[in-house]
């Protein structure tokens, strides 16, 4: 008797869940599926859900038409060199503060945290005239740097809670066995470590690849990525809901795998270890 | 003598980030400070006064950064009572023992990663568009008269787009901080006779307190900054209905080319992230102790 009531609370749960988790889906879904309707169909009234012929000219007009390929290059570049820029300043400093702690160490890192909260528009107008000024309005290079400070903070915080968590003790041990001091780095010290540091990449690959700010705010066409590409849409082109829908599948399609796979560690950067 | 020199390798260590970090926040904000005491217009560069606390008077008195500072402060009080209040509920339905949770959990954090513009023009032409998107077309199927968002309701279809982008962060820092709950706490309460809201009411919600914290105010850092989904889908309009702080300054410099006042405006933008930046530092500083 018990069981069976268990058993139904199970199933009625489960539908529960799946219908907010469709409802929730479905704009991604939507746009999904619109992407493989030719323009007429995207708007047919009522409505066409999955029963239409799926086509795939949207994808190929977007290639051929709109230059696709650049703004996602630009998107690759920037996600990718932000985050190796910062991966080469933030593993020193986080290793730094792990495993050779001071007094002052605490506050260095709210300290940091801290510069994450300056909103963009309280340092807008100055970075914005030094671009002018210094010709690097529209360049990769500048936005790179300009989205490599942004997360820095995120990136030192991340790796500083995963290194915290190894263990000193091994090394010593590593050290009792005879271990060099390349071995303790390549065989101890380095597996340890790599676990953070992909997932320190992946997080940071996702904030630089959706920062809608800067990237709109610092570029024209030569260094704009996928989030300006987008924007371009938005009048008059985003009344063709079908060539809009495979740009923005386009555009989220890579990112959205990422996050999925990494979705653990999100909770841990983006809350700076406070939840884990 | 050792420890010396680790604390010197230390030190050189963390230089490099440190000082970039620094330089980031001192000069750029420094550089506002100084342009917000000017008559600084991009059309007349060449000229630009000492006007004092001018700029001030002019962003603070204009009836535009009235209506800026109720937008930004409705957009963030909506979207944070959304996202949390969906946020605990779905956190809850997650932590059932349900069919395919964890293709659930995947179709519930996947709007966290749509980028800003895309979220924005999605909803904003194949959702929200009164003839063609599919709530239009629900309501009129269901016999009611379709709204015209963008026009009729301009800061709430914002506050529904932000909402729908932040729910996922919500309700997987709620879920992880839920899952984390021992179930001898629960059952212990429940042979004492205590109901299903009761157990919810005082001993789930006092152990996701702390979860709630941190993702009101991390959400509100950056809810207080949101742009690009004002830029693709109102440009802040009609009028100033659904212009917010950041993006007056944004206007105030580039549509108007006022640096002077514009500067001032991010001055603001910057207090006001302050206040809430203190209490965040200060809960976080409290974990970092345990």
Known sequence: M??????????????????????????????????????????????????????????????????????????????????????????????????????????????????????????????????????????????????????????????????????????????????????????????????????????????????????????????????????????????????????????????????????????????????? | MATQNTTKVARAMMAPSVIALLIWMIVPLAMTLYYSTLGYSLYNPISTPFVGLDNYTYFLTDPTFIAALTNTLVLVVGVLIITVGGGILIALLLDQDVYGVNVVRLLVIAPFFVMPTVAALVWKNMMMNPVYGVIGQAMSGLGLAPIDWMTDVPLTSIIIIVAWQWLPFATL???????????????????????????????TLPHMSRAITVVVLIQTIFLLSIFAEILVTTNGGPGSQSTNITYLVYQQAISFGDIGAASAGGIVAVILANIVAIFLIKAIGKNLDA
């Open chain 1, 2 to 276: 018990a069981r069976q009531v268990t058993k139904q609370r199970k199933i009625g749960m489960t539908v529960l869940a799946w219908a907010v988790g469709l409802l929730i889906f479905f704009p991604i879904l939507w746009t999904f599926l619109t992407s493989f309707k030719t323009e007429l169909t995207a708007i047919s009234i009522p409505p066409q859900f999955m029963f239409f012929d799926w086509t795939t000219e949207n994808y190929s007009t977007i290639n051929s038409q709109a230059n696709y390929f650049h703004f996602m290059a630009n998107s690759i570049y920037l996600a990718l060199g932000s985050t190796l820029l910062g991966l080469l300043f933030a593993i020193p400093a986080a290793w730094a503060m792990a495993f050779s702690p001071t007094p002052r160490t605490k506050d260095i890192l709210l300290w940091m945290l801290s510069t994450k909260m300056l909103p963009a528009v309280g340092v807008y107008i100055p970075i914005y005239l030094l671009f002018i000024n210094l010709g690097l309005l529209d360049s990769r290079f500048g936005l790179i740097v300009v989205l490599f400070l942004i997360n820095l903070p995120i990136m030192v915080w991340m790796l500083y809670t995963y290194f915290k968590e190894i263990p000193v003790d091994i090394l010593e041990a590593a050290r009792m066995d005879g271990a060099s001091l390349r071995q303790e780095i390549t065989q101890v010290l380095t597996p340890m470590a790599v676990p953070g540091i992909a997932s320190t990449v992946l997080l940071n690959v996702i904030l630089a690849w959706n920062e809608a700010f800067w990237t709109l705010n610092l570029t024209t066409t030569d260094a704009a990525p996928l989030t300006a590409f987008i924007a371009s849409y938005s009048s008059p082109q985003g009344n063709f809901y079908a060539k809009l829908s495979a740009a923005s599948m386009l555009a989220i399609a890579p990112i959205l795998v990422v996050g999925w796979f990494s979705q653990k560690q999100l909770v841990r950067g983006l809350t700076f270890g406070a939840v884990k």
């Open chain 2, 173 to 203: 820092i709620l879920l992880t901080s839920l899952q984390s709950l021992s179930a001898d706490q629960k059952e212990a309460a429940e042979m004492d006779g205590a109901g299903a809201l009761s157990i919810f009411w005082y001993i």
